[in-house]
């Protein structure tokens, strides 16, 4: 189906797309063929690309790069660009010169059983007032921001507990977080929205 969400201004293009089509859709509309072996992988690849044609139609699929961290990227001077993808949807955003992540999560239960891994303790105080499906909620959205800011920065190595540290955020459906990254005192923002039971996030920020 088309964009069920997009967002255009100025610095930024994205848009999220709900997964209702056959590999054959994608694979007619797009100059991308999908690498994973698994089908439902294979679907969600397509799907992503699908989302960077619709935002930009003459998208250079056949210049991207793959960077030492196994990011894809395009060369110096053309778009930044970010794609993610989990089961039932696929997003993906773009910007003319400047870094870019994105990220979709499903909220799901399964969260807290990998929290401590990626939650650093001031993150454990932002959630420790919340009733147990409410911090469901807003785990799986912080581990979607950390996903995001690990995107825009692109250079792998990062500690998610560490290194990505989330300092504040509107406890609502749609708003900012405010993060800082590696030893930076740089505060940077990321975007989120709620989809039902997913969270998409992003960001355009220089990360340093």
């Not at 994205?14 to 694979?27: A, C, N, Q, V, Y």
Request: include cysteine; proline fraction near 6%.
């Amino acid at each position: 189906m088309p964009l069920i969400r997009s967002i255009h201004n100025a610095d930024i293009s994205l848009g999220l797309w709900e997964i209702t089509e056959e590999h054959s859709f994608f694979e007619q509309a797009i100059p991308y063929r999908a690498i994973a072996s698994n089908p439902g992988q294979q679907l969600q690849q397509l799907a992503s690309r699908m989302v960077l044609i619709v935002l930009q139609p003459s998208f250079p699929f056949d210049q991207i790069q793959l960077n030492p961290a196994g990011k894809p990227s395009l060369p110096e001077g053309m778009p930044q660009f970010s794609i993610s993808h989990t089961k039932g949807f696929a997003a993906g955003i773009i910007s003319a010169e400047t870094p870019v992540g994105i990220d979709i999560e499903s909220i799901s239960p399964r969260v807290l059983k990998i929290e401590k891994k990626f939650l650093n303790p001031h993150e454990f105080v932002l959630l420790a007032t919340f009733s147990e499906q409410d911090r469901i909620v807003f785990a799986s959205l912080f581990w979607s921001i950390k996903e995001t800011v690990y995107k825009c920065w692109g250079n792998g190595g990062v500690d998610f507990s560490e290194q990505i540290r989330i300092q504040s955020f509107d406890v609502q459906d749609h708003g900012t977080a405010a993060i800082q990254f590696g030893q930076s005192a740089a505060v940077h923002t990321v975007h989120y929205l709620r989809e039902g039971d997913l969270w998409l996030s992003y960001m355009r920020a220089f990360l340093q």
